[in-house]
């Protein structure tokens, strides 16, 4: 154990009590029929270029809700269920549209009739747009439309490389996540339409596909993967190693997309650039350290000049029991791994153990439930229900550290029923959304349909005052104006405007 992590064993109390946490949720709209809702992003819920909490994903039909970094949980949920509320209030007010509760998406059209985000004729905006069009290109737009949460997360006084320590026992322990709170074991057989899958029927209707003992389809190799990405085996080791191996897929042209171009004869454009990554947010991950970053400032930058300041954890299904994707208890369990990455020994990563982490992730996502499972350790086999366990036992004295601070047993309750989750695989989201969609004739489309219409209603049905619906129409109100301001100072054509942004220089 290092010398650096021996003085972040006992957290302070007021490092334990300024423990923030954020929330960036996705989901899809759809219509009441449960098909994607085709219509452009309303123009009632703001600009999504510039709104502070309701924004949109890849694409125009996919929300993205986010919460300021909150000192307490509670609070954080309110403020994630006040967003939820006036979406679904305006929604209501504009046909009937909902949230699809699930993170695998619903029916969906063709690959091409999958409207991209868009966010208005600014250069910053127009690049988001073509951003989005390059992931079609690179990945197909279906594979765009899953949604997740992230759950950003940070302590004070920690350094960067106590966050990269952190990153690397979140990477070795995220099958613990992946077991506890997957909640995408079957998905609509137009989701791997035309793909190679190793998926099952579920029932003789043929309206689901599944794997029995599955937990996160999402996260297994059908869903946020990338063959070109494969290549990178991005060490966790420090800022700077890290920083470089992202400079490198950011600037390093790649055969398959320099065939696509950057433009096409038409002079459209196709994508960002034809590097690995067009972008740092191009680079898939079950956690990502994140630095604030400046108007018209490259991420990659930012973390250069300015550290490590959260972490964003990216491996979370939504949870299609809970009207806003997320329970309370669930996020007291994260702060207390999270707080157990931070501070027990992190030794460096090496290319054989990235390799492991991959290994048992695809394993957890695909197969978790299955009795007596092995993944690897240290390159030797061991039970995920020992591994598993042995990890939350060690969670408990931070537990209990949480609660003497907040003066509650919450911590200590969320990792307990963790605990018993872990022992009674049946118990797990996973297997309850099985078990669920037995009663709808094992239909995914069916229960996911049932779920995000029980989640309107009971948004819909809570006390909604009449100053917190001004406050959001407001909010909408000066975003639009934002974006307007925006248009208006423009000055450079937006090809010099691309060329700027993707050098070389604005790297760091």
């Not at 270029?49 to 890849?58: A, G, V």
């Not at 035309?194 to 999402?218: E, M």
Request: proline share 6%.
């Amino acid at each position: 154990m290092t010398a650096l992590q021996k003085k972040m064993i006992a957290p302070t109390l007021e490092q334990l009590t300024g423990m923030r946490r954020g929330i960036e949720k996705e989901g899809l709209r759809v219509l009441p029929s449960g098909s994607l809702a085709l219509t452009p992003h309303p123009l009632a819920l703001g600009a999504a270029l510039t709104h502070p909490h309701i924004t949109t994903d890849y694409s125009e039909s996919q929300i993205e809700l986010i919460t300021g970094a909150r000192l307490g949980v509670q609070e954080c949920l309110d403020e994630l269920t006040a967003i939820h509320q006036f979406v679904y209030h305006t929604l209501q007010a504009q046909g009937g549209e909902m949230l699809w509760v699930s993170s695998m998406p619903c029916g969906l059209p063709t690959d091409e009739t999958i409207p991209l985000a868009r966010y208005g004729s600014s250069n910053v905006g127009r690049a988001k747009s073509v951003y989005r069009m390059g992931l079609g290109h690179r990945y197909g737009r279906r594979m765009q439309t899953i949604s997740g949460l992230h759950y950003n997360w940070s302590l004070p006084g920690v350094t960067s490389d106590q966050y990269f320590a952190l990153i690397r026992n979140f990477r070795r322990h995220a099958f613990v996540l992946l077991y506890l709170f997957g909640a995408s074991p079957a998905l609509c057989p137009c989701f791997v339409q035309g793909r190679d899958h190793a998926l099952q029927p579920l029932g003789d209707s043929g309206a689901s596909l599944y794997l029995p003992h599955a937990t996160s389809l999402r996260m297994g190799r059908l869903g946020y993967q990338s063959d070109a990405q494969a290549s990178l085996a991005v060490s966790y080791n420090g800022l700077e190693g890290y920083a470089n191996s992202l400079h490198e897929a950011l600037t390093q042209p790649y055969p398959a997309y320099e065939a696509v171009g950057v433009r096409n004869p038409g002079g459209d454009y196709n994508q960002l650039a034809t590097s690995l990554l067009q972008i740092e947010n191009e680079f898939y991950g079950t956690i990502r350290p994140k630095r604030t970053v400046r108007t018209g400032e490259r991420p990659l930058h930012a973390l250069r000049e300015r550290g490590v300041e959260y972490v964003e954890v990216r491996l979370m299904d939504l949870d299609p029991f809970e009207s806003v994707g997320i329970a309370a208890q669930t996020m007291r369990f994260l702060d207390v791994f999270l707080l157990h990455c931070l501070l027990s020994d992190s030794p460096p990563d090496t290319p054989a153990e990235i390799a492991q982490i991959k290994h048992n992730q695809h394993l957890t996502a695909e197969r978790g439930r299955e009795p007596g499972l092995t993944l690897q350790r240290q390159g030797q086999p061991v039970a995920l229900a020992t591994w598993g366990a042995d990890i939350l036992a060690e969670c408990a004295p931070l537990a209990a550290a949480l609660d003497a601070a907040h003066a509650t047993d919450a911590y200590s309750v969320a990792l307990q029923a963790a605990q018993a989750r872990l022992a009674q695989p049946e118990s797990t989201p996973s297997a309850r959304v099985l078990q669920e969609m037995a009663a709808q004739g094992n239909s995914f489309n069916a229960f996911a349909l049932q779920q995000s219409v029980r989640a309107r209603d009971a948004l819909l049905q809570q006390p909604w005052p009449a100053a917190q619906q001004q406050h959001f129409e407001a909010l909408a109100r000066e975003s639009i104006a934002a974006q307007k301001a925006i248009e208006a100072a423009d000055t450079l054509a937006f090809e010099d405007w691309r060329q700027r942004y993707v050098a070389v220089e604005e790297l760091g």
